[in-house]
Protein backbone atom coordinates (compact mmCIF):
# COMPACT_ATOMS: atom_id res chain seq x y z
CA UNK A 1 0.00 0.00 0.00
CA UNK A 2 1.67 3.49 -0.91
CA UNK A 3 0.66 6.83 1.05
CA UNK A 4 1.49 10.08 1.18
CA UNK A 5 2.61 12.32 3.96
CA UNK A 6 -0.19 14.46 5.27
CA UNK A 7 0.43 18.01 5.96
CA UNK A 8 0.49 18.81 9.57
CA UNK A 9 0.09 22.47 10.57
CA UNK A 10 0.07 24.85 14.14
CA UNK A 11 -3.36 25.82 14.58
CA UNK A 12 -2.52 27.63 17.85
CA UNK A 13 -0.21 27.32 20.76
CA UNK A 14 -0.93 28.73 24.12
CA UNK A 15 0.73 28.75 27.49
CA UNK A 16 0.05 29.82 30.98
CA UNK A 17 2.64 32.50 32.94
CA UNK A 18 5.65 31.10 33.95
CA UNK A 19 5.98 30.98 37.82
CA UNK A 20 8.59 30.90 40.13
CA UNK A 21 9.18 27.30 41.82
CA UNK A 22 9.34 27.41 45.40
CA UNK A 23 6.85 28.80 48.60
CA UNK A 24 6.87 32.65 47.02
CA UNK A 25 5.98 30.82 43.52
CA UNK A 26 2.53 32.33 42.22
CA UNK A 27 1.94 28.76 41.48
CA UNK A 28 2.97 27.00 44.60
CA UNK A 29 -0.87 26.38 45.28
CA UNK A 30 -1.86 25.27 42.26
CA UNK A 31 -1.44 21.46 40.79
CA UNK A 32 0.54 20.49 37.50
CA UNK A 33 -2.72 19.40 36.15
CA UNK A 34 -4.52 22.46 36.79
CA UNK A 35 -1.77 24.11 34.33
CA UNK A 36 -2.76 21.91 31.86
CA UNK A 37 -6.22 22.23 31.40
CA UNK A 38 -7.11 25.65 30.94
CA UNK A 39 -4.78 25.33 28.11
CA UNK A 40 -6.70 22.56 26.21
CA UNK A 41 -10.05 24.25 26.82
CA UNK A 42 -8.39 27.57 25.22
CA UNK A 43 -7.14 25.56 22.16
CA UNK A 44 -10.12 24.82 21.39
CA UNK A 45 -12.51 27.69 22.87
CA UNK A 46 -9.93 30.21 20.51
CA UNK A 47 -10.67 27.90 17.55
CA UNK A 48 -14.27 27.03 16.90
CA UNK A 49 -15.27 24.80 15.06
CA UNK A 50 -12.85 22.54 17.08
CA UNK A 51 -14.77 20.38 19.70
CA UNK A 52 -13.19 17.94 21.86
CA UNK A 53 -14.67 15.37 20.34
CA UNK A 54 -12.38 15.99 17.12
CA UNK A 55 -9.17 15.44 19.64
CA UNK A 56 -7.88 11.94 18.78
CA UNK A 57 -5.13 12.14 20.86
CA UNK A 58 -3.25 14.43 23.75
CA UNK A 59 0.43 14.18 23.72
CA UNK A 60 1.75 16.12 27.10
CA UNK A 61 5.19 15.81 27.91
CA UNK A 62 6.86 15.78 31.56
CA UNK A 63 10.28 15.41 32.88
CA UNK A 64 9.50 14.25 36.52
CA UNK A 65 6.36 11.87 36.00
CA UNK A 66 5.36 11.16 39.76
CA UNK A 67 3.63 12.18 42.33
CA UNK A 68 0.92 15.16 40.74
CA UNK A 69 2.66 14.98 37.12
CA UNK A 70 2.87 10.86 37.26
CA UNK A 71 0.17 8.31 36.78
CA UNK A 72 0.07 9.06 32.63
CA UNK A 73 -0.66 13.02 33.71
CA UNK A 74 -1.87 13.03 29.37
CA UNK A 75 -4.48 10.85 29.97
CA UNK A 76 -5.52 12.23 32.61
CA UNK A 77 -5.87 15.69 31.55
CA UNK A 78 -9.08 15.49 28.86
CA UNK A 79 -10.89 14.09 31.49
CA UNK A 80 -9.88 16.93 34.19
CA UNK A 81 -10.89 19.29 31.06
CA UNK A 82 -14.35 17.35 31.12
CA UNK A 83 -14.00 16.47 27.79
CA UNK A 84 -15.61 13.23 29.11
CA UNK A 85 -14.00 9.46 28.55
CA UNK A 86 -12.95 9.54 25.25
CA UNK A 87 -10.34 11.31 24.63
CA UNK A 88 -6.89 9.51 25.02
CA UNK A 89 -3.40 10.91 26.01
CA UNK A 90 0.26 9.70 26.82
CA UNK A 91 2.82 11.41 29.10
CA UNK A 92 6.07 11.88 27.11
CA UNK A 93 9.31 12.32 28.77
CA UNK A 94 12.81 13.60 26.50
CA UNK A 95 13.58 15.78 30.03
CA UNK A 96 14.10 19.20 28.68
CA UNK A 97 12.47 18.81 25.12
CA UNK A 98 9.55 16.40 26.33
CA UNK A 99 6.80 18.79 25.58
CA UNK A 100 8.89 19.88 22.14
CA UNK A 101 9.23 15.64 21.52
CA UNK A 102 5.71 15.47 22.45
CA UNK A 103 4.65 18.18 19.52
CA UNK A 104 6.82 16.39 16.93
CA UNK A 105 5.02 13.20 17.82
CA UNK A 106 1.78 14.61 17.30
CA UNK A 107 3.33 16.04 14.02
CA UNK A 108 4.35 12.32 13.19
CA UNK A 109 1.21 10.94 13.83
CA UNK A 110 -1.25 13.33 11.70
CA UNK A 111 1.55 13.18 9.18
CA UNK A 112 1.33 9.60 9.19
CA UNK A 113 -2.61 9.80 8.84
CA UNK A 114 -3.07 7.88 12.63
CA UNK A 115 -4.99 11.31 13.54
CA UNK A 116 -6.10 14.59 12.18
CA UNK A 117 -6.57 16.91 15.03
CA UNK A 118 -4.57 16.60 18.34
CA UNK A 119 -2.97 18.27 21.17
CA UNK A 120 0.54 18.15 22.54
CA UNK A 121 2.20 20.00 24.86
CA UNK A 122 4.39 19.83 28.28
CA UNK A 123 3.97 20.44 32.00
CA UNK A 124 6.95 20.79 34.86
CA UNK A 125 5.79 21.82 38.05
CA UNK A 126 9.76 22.33 39.65
CA UNK A 127 8.42 23.44 43.04
CA UNK A 128 6.46 20.40 43.70
CA UNK A 129 8.46 18.18 42.07
CA UNK A 130 12.29 19.17 42.26
CA UNK A 131 14.54 18.27 39.04
CA UNK A 132 15.96 14.67 40.09
CA UNK A 133 13.05 14.01 42.72
CA UNK A 134 12.72 10.07 42.85
CA UNK A 135 15.75 9.27 40.87
CA UNK A 136 17.41 6.32 41.24
CA UNK A 137 20.39 6.42 38.41
CA UNK A 138 21.81 2.93 37.77
CA UNK A 139 25.06 2.39 39.45
CA UNK A 140 26.81 2.74 36.03
CA UNK A 141 25.43 5.85 34.75
CA UNK A 142 28.44 8.14 36.15
CA UNK A 143 30.87 5.82 34.10
CA UNK A 144 28.63 5.78 31.05
CA UNK A 145 28.15 9.14 31.18
CA UNK A 146 31.43 10.27 31.29
CA UNK A 147 31.11 11.70 35.35
CA UNK A 148 29.01 12.64 37.37
CA UNK A 149 28.84 16.22 36.40
CA UNK A 150 26.38 15.48 33.97
CA UNK A 151 23.69 14.57 36.28
CA UNK A 152 24.24 18.62 37.20
CA UNK A 153 22.92 20.39 34.69
CA UNK A 154 24.71 23.79 35.94
CA UNK A 155 27.94 21.83 36.31
CA UNK A 156 27.59 20.65 32.35
CA UNK A 157 27.17 24.64 31.86
CA UNK A 158 30.45 24.67 33.78
CA UNK A 159 31.72 22.36 31.69
CA UNK A 160 31.33 24.37 28.59
CA UNK A 161 32.88 27.08 30.03
CA UNK A 162 36.32 24.76 30.62
CA UNK A 163 36.29 23.36 27.29
CA UNK A 164 35.69 26.39 25.32
CA UNK A 165 37.99 29.22 27.62
CA UNK A 166 36.81 31.60 24.85
CA UNK A 167 33.18 31.85 25.96
CA UNK A 168 33.76 33.94 29.14
CA UNK A 169 31.60 34.68 32.21
CA UNK A 170 31.53 38.47 30.81
CA UNK A 171 30.18 36.73 27.29
CA UNK A 172 27.16 34.98 29.12
CA UNK A 173 26.25 38.04 31.05
CA UNK A 174 26.44 40.43 28.89
CA UNK A 175 24.04 37.43 26.51
CA UNK A 176 21.88 37.63 29.56
CA UNK A 177 21.62 41.33 30.50
CA UNK A 178 20.41 41.63 26.64
CA UNK A 179 18.11 38.58 26.94
CA UNK A 180 16.26 40.66 29.80
CA UNK A 181 16.27 43.50 27.89
CA UNK A 182 14.49 41.93 24.98
CA UNK A 183 12.05 40.48 27.33
CA UNK A 184 10.84 43.65 28.53
CA UNK A 185 10.63 45.44 24.96
CA UNK A 186 8.81 42.26 24.41
CA UNK A 187 6.14 42.48 27.66
CA UNK A 188 5.85 46.17 27.38
CA UNK A 189 4.28 45.76 24.25
CA UNK A 190 1.71 43.67 25.01
CA UNK A 191 3.69 40.79 23.11
CA UNK A 192 2.49 37.87 25.66
CA UNK A 193 -0.96 38.85 26.07
CA UNK A 194 -2.05 36.76 23.02
CA UNK A 195 -0.63 33.35 24.40
CA UNK A 196 -0.66 33.84 27.81
CA UNK A 197 -4.36 31.83 29.18
CA UNK A 198 -4.85 33.65 32.54
CA UNK A 199 -5.87 31.48 35.02
CA UNK A 200 -7.31 31.97 38.37
CA UNK A 201 -4.98 30.59 41.30
CA UNK A 202 -4.51 30.63 45.21
CA UNK A 203 -1.55 32.65 46.02
CA UNK A 204 0.76 31.69 48.85
CA UNK A 205 -0.52 34.18 50.99
CA UNK A 206 -4.34 32.65 50.60
CA UNK A 207 -5.36 35.24 48.45
CA UNK A 208 -7.19 34.43 44.93
CA UNK A 209 -5.92 36.40 41.62
CA UNK A 210 -5.88 35.89 38.21
CA UNK A 211 -2.39 35.08 36.89
CA UNK A 212 -1.58 36.12 33.22
CA UNK A 213 2.43 37.58 33.92
CA UNK A 214 5.38 35.78 33.99
CA UNK A 215 6.88 36.06 37.42
CA UNK A 216 10.67 35.49 36.55
CA UNK A 217 11.75 38.39 34.28
CA UNK A 218 14.14 40.53 36.03
CA UNK A 219 14.17 43.85 33.61
CA UNK A 220 16.35 45.85 36.52
CA UNK A 221 19.16 43.46 35.30
CA UNK A 222 22.60 44.91 35.22
CA UNK A 223 26.01 43.42 34.00
CA UNK A 224 27.52 45.04 37.09
CA UNK A 225 24.78 43.15 38.70
CA UNK A 226 25.21 40.06 37.83
CA UNK A 227 29.25 40.11 38.06
CA UNK A 228 28.46 40.33 41.66
CA UNK A 229 26.48 36.75 41.49
CA UNK A 230 28.25 33.67 43.31
CA UNK A 231 28.62 30.63 41.31
CA UNK A 232 26.45 28.32 43.17
CA UNK A 233 27.57 25.03 41.15
CA UNK A 234 31.31 25.60 41.23
CA UNK A 235 33.03 27.89 43.43
CA UNK A 236 34.73 30.22 41.12
CA UNK A 237 32.70 29.06 38.61
CA UNK A 238 31.34 31.61 35.61
CA UNK A 239 27.39 29.83 36.22
CA UNK A 240 24.86 32.11 38.55
CA UNK A 241 21.40 32.35 38.65
CA UNK A 242 21.32 35.23 36.45
CA UNK A 243 23.15 34.04 33.40
CA UNK A 244 21.05 30.55 34.00
CA UNK A 245 17.14 29.73 33.48
CA UNK A 246 15.55 29.45 36.68
CA UNK A 247 13.82 26.97 38.66
CA UNK A 248 9.87 27.15 37.24
CA UNK A 249 6.49 26.20 37.21
CA UNK A 250 4.34 26.68 34.32
CA UNK A 251 2.33 24.65 31.19
CA UNK A 252 2.25 25.20 27.29
CA UNK A 253 0.07 23.27 24.71
CA UNK A 254 -0.30 23.60 20.78
CA UNK A 255 -3.45 22.41 18.90
CA UNK A 256 -2.23 20.23 15.43
CA UNK A 257 -4.30 19.70 12.76
CA UNK A 258 -3.75 18.25 9.30
CA UNK A 259 -3.75 21.16 6.95
CA UNK A 260 -6.54 19.29 5.17
CA UNK A 261 -8.65 19.07 8.03
CA UNK A 262 -7.90 22.91 9.35
CA UNK A 263 -8.73 23.83 5.79
CA UNK A 264 -11.91 22.32 5.92
CA UNK A 265 -12.99 23.70 9.23
CA UNK A 266 -12.13 26.77 8.53
CA UNK A 267 -9.50 27.76 11.15
CA UNK A 268 -6.56 29.24 10.01
CA UNK A 269 -3.14 27.81 10.51
CA UNK A 270 -0.13 29.43 12.01
CA UNK A 271 2.51 27.74 10.83
CA UNK A 272 3.44 24.14 8.69
CA UNK A 273 5.85 21.35 10.02
CA UNK A 274 8.65 21.20 7.30
CA UNK A 275 11.17 18.92 9.06
CA UNK A 276 12.64 17.28 13.03
CA UNK A 277 15.85 16.08 14.12
CA UNK A 278 17.64 14.77 17.15
CA UNK A 279 21.18 14.47 17.98
CA UNK A 280 23.07 13.39 21.04
CA UNK A 281 26.67 14.46 22.51
CA UNK A 282 28.78 13.74 25.46
CA UNK A 283 26.09 14.32 28.86
CA UNK A 284 28.88 16.28 30.04
CA UNK A 285 28.70 19.21 27.75
CA UNK A 286 24.75 18.14 27.24
CA UNK A 287 23.85 22.27 26.05
CA UNK A 288 26.31 21.72 23.05
CA UNK A 289 23.87 19.62 21.15
CA UNK A 290 21.07 22.17 19.69
CA UNK A 291 23.65 23.12 16.55
CA UNK A 292 24.04 19.15 15.65
CA UNK A 293 20.33 18.77 15.76
CA UNK A 294 20.05 21.92 14.13
CA UNK A 295 22.34 21.35 11.07
CA UNK A 296 20.86 17.93 11.05
CA UNK A 297 17.00 19.09 10.78
CA UNK A 298 18.17 21.82 7.86
CA UNK A 299 19.57 18.73 6.06
CA UNK A 300 16.47 17.07 5.67
CA UNK A 301 14.57 20.13 4.87
CA UNK A 302 17.16 21.29 2.62
CA UNK A 303 17.88 24.37 3.49
CA UNK A 304 20.52 26.14 5.26
CA UNK A 305 20.50 28.91 8.10
CA UNK A 306 20.42 31.56 6.10
CA UNK A 307 16.72 30.26 5.10
CA UNK A 308 15.90 30.62 8.37
CA UNK A 309 14.38 34.02 9.36
CA UNK A 310 13.88 32.88 12.74
CA UNK A 311 15.11 31.36 15.81
CA UNK A 312 14.28 30.34 18.64
CA UNK A 313 16.49 28.57 21.01
CA UNK A 314 15.94 27.56 24.49
CA UNK A 315 18.52 29.30 26.89
CA UNK A 316 19.04 26.19 29.62
CA UNK A 317 22.08 28.72 30.07
CA UNK A 318 23.79 31.75 28.47
CA UNK A 319 26.69 29.93 27.87
CA UNK A 320 25.30 26.95 26.06
CA UNK A 321 23.61 29.72 23.56
CA UNK A 322 26.31 30.79 23.06
CA UNK A 323 28.17 28.01 21.92
CA UNK A 324 25.25 26.64 19.85
CA UNK A 325 24.95 30.16 18.31
CA UNK A 326 29.30 30.39 17.88
CA UNK A 327 29.52 26.94 16.64
CA UNK A 328 26.78 26.93 14.11
CA UNK A 329 28.45 30.65 12.28
CA UNK A 330 26.04 33.17 13.73
CA UNK A 331 27.21 35.97 15.95
CA UNK A 332 26.19 35.96 19.07
CA UNK A 333 23.41 38.93 19.05
CA UNK A 334 22.06 37.65 15.73
CA UNK A 335 18.98 39.44 15.38
CA UNK A 336 17.03 36.16 14.37
CA UNK A 337 17.50 34.90 17.48
CA UNK A 338 14.99 35.05 20.70
CA UNK A 339 13.54 37.82 19.62
CA UNK A 340 11.09 38.26 22.53
CA UNK A 341 13.95 37.05 24.73
CA UNK A 342 14.39 33.62 25.91
CA UNK A 343 14.25 31.09 28.98
CA UNK A 344 16.79 33.45 31.07
CA UNK A 345 14.27 36.01 31.31
CA UNK A 346 11.08 33.62 31.36
CA UNK A 347 12.22 31.00 32.93
CA UNK A 348 12.34 27.23 32.30
CA UNK A 349 9.81 24.89 33.46
CA UNK A 350 11.50 22.33 31.37
CA UNK A 351 8.86 20.09 29.31
CA UNK A 352 6.79 23.38 29.04
CA UNK A 353 9.33 25.27 27.41
CA UNK A 354 9.16 23.21 24.00
CA UNK A 355 5.92 24.46 23.07
CA UNK A 356 6.20 27.72 24.96
CA UNK A 357 8.86 27.75 22.24
CA UNK A 358 6.43 27.08 19.20
CA UNK A 359 3.93 29.49 20.67
CA UNK A 360 7.21 32.51 20.12
CA UNK A 361 7.71 31.33 17.36
CA UNK A 362 3.92 31.35 15.96
CA UNK A 363 4.04 34.66 17.47
CA UNK A 364 6.93 36.13 15.69
CA UNK A 365 5.31 34.70 12.56
CA UNK A 366 2.31 36.70 12.96
CA UNK A 367 4.38 39.91 13.09
CA UNK A 368 6.98 39.15 10.88
CA UNK A 369 4.92 37.80 7.23
CA UNK A 370 7.68 38.19 5.48
CA UNK A 371 9.56 35.70 7.23
CA UNK A 372 9.08 32.03 5.63
CA UNK A 373 10.79 29.51 7.81
CA UNK A 374 11.66 29.20 11.50
CA UNK A 375 13.35 27.24 13.92
CA UNK A 376 12.44 25.89 17.47
CA UNK A 377 15.35 24.09 18.91
CA UNK A 378 16.70 22.69 22.64
CA UNK A 379 19.46 21.22 24.91
CA UNK A 380 17.95 18.35 26.41
CA UNK A 381 20.06 16.52 30.28
CA UNK A 382 22.42 13.40 29.13
CA UNK A 383 23.51 15.10 26.21
CA UNK A 384 20.65 15.57 23.73
CA UNK A 385 19.46 18.30 20.78
CA UNK A 386 16.11 18.78 19.68
CA UNK A 387 15.34 21.07 16.26
CA UNK A 388 11.81 21.71 14.95
CA UNK A 389 11.50 23.58 11.34
CA UNK A 390 8.52 25.27 10.59
CA UNK A 391 7.23 27.52 7.93
CA UNK A 392 5.10 30.68 8.62
CA UNK A 393 1.53 30.59 7.00
CA UNK A 394 0.32 33.79 8.13
CA UNK A 395 0.98 35.80 4.99
C1 LIG B 1 21.09 28.87 39.21
C2 LIG B 1 20.10 28.43 40.28
C3 LIG B 1 20.74 27.36 41.18
C4 LIG B 1 19.74 29.65 41.10
O1 LIG B 1 18.76 29.29 41.99
P1 LIG B 1 18.32 30.28 43.17
O2 LIG B 1 19.48 30.49 44.07
O3 LIG B 1 17.07 29.73 43.75
O4 LIG B 1 18.02 31.61 42.34
P2 LIG B 1 17.50 32.99 42.84
O5 LIG B 1 16.48 33.45 41.87
O6 LIG B 1 17.14 32.94 44.29
O7 LIG B 1 18.76 33.91 42.63
C5 LIG B 1 19.91 33.82 43.48
C6 LIG B 1 20.39 35.22 43.78
O8 LIG B 1 20.75 35.82 42.52
C7 LIG B 1 20.04 37.03 42.35
N1 LIG B 1 19.70 37.18 40.92
C8 LIG B 1 19.16 36.24 40.12
N2 LIG B 1 19.02 36.77 38.88
C9 LIG B 1 19.49 38.03 38.94
C10 LIG B 1 19.59 39.05 37.98
N3 LIG B 1 19.20 38.88 36.72
N4 LIG B 1 20.13 40.24 38.36
C11 LIG B 1 20.55 40.43 39.64
N5 LIG B 1 20.46 39.48 40.60
C12 LIG B 1 19.93 38.29 40.22
C13 LIG B 1 18.78 36.87 43.19
O9 LIG B 1 18.24 38.12 43.54
C14 LIG B 1 19.29 36.11 44.38
O10 LIG B 1 19.91 37.03 45.25
P3 LIG B 1 19.84 36.83 46.85
O11 LIG B 1 20.54 35.52 47.09
O12 LIG B 1 20.56 38.02 47.34
O13 LIG B 1 18.38 36.77 47.16
C15 LIG B 1 18.82 27.84 39.64
O14 LIG B 1 18.10 28.84 39.00
C16 LIG B 1 19.12 26.74 38.68
O15 LIG B 1 19.44 25.61 39.08
N6 LIG B 1 18.99 27.01 37.36
C17 LIG B 1 19.23 26.02 36.34
C18 LIG B 1 18.01 25.15 36.17
C19 LIG B 1 18.29 23.99 35.28
O16 LIG B 1 19.30 23.29 35.43
N7 LIG B 1 17.41 23.71 34.34
C20 LIG B 1 17.57 22.69 33.39
C21 LIG B 1 18.40 23.19 32.31
S1 LIG B 1 18.95 21.92 31.26
Known amino acids: MQRELQQVVVVDAVRTAFGRAGEKGIFWKTRAEDLCTP???????????????????????VTNQVKEQGG??????????????????????????????????????????????????????????????????????????????????????????????????????????????KAERAINAGKMKETIIPIEVELPDGSRRVVDKDQQPRPQTTREGLAGLKTPFREEGRVT?????????????????????????????????????????????????????????????GLSLKDIDIIELNEAFAVQALHNLLTLGLQSDDPRVNMWGGSIAYGHPLAASGPR???????????????????????????????????????
Not at 111 to 138: K, N, S, T, W
Not at 148 to 176: K, V
Request: glycine share 10%; proline share 6%.
Open 39 to 61: LLQALLERNPPATPSMVEDILWG
Open 72 to 181: TLGRMLSMLADWGWSVPGCSVDRMCAGGLTAVAMGVNHIAAGMADCLIAGGVEHMGHIPMGFLRDPHPRSEEVMGDSSAFSMGMTAENIHDRFPEITREMADAYAVECQK
Open 241 to 301: AGNSSGLNDGAAGVLLMSEEMALRLGVRPKMRWVSTAVAAVDPRIMGTAPAPAIRKALSKA
Open 357 to 395: LVAFLAGLFKENPHARYGLTAMCVGRGQGYAVIWENLIH
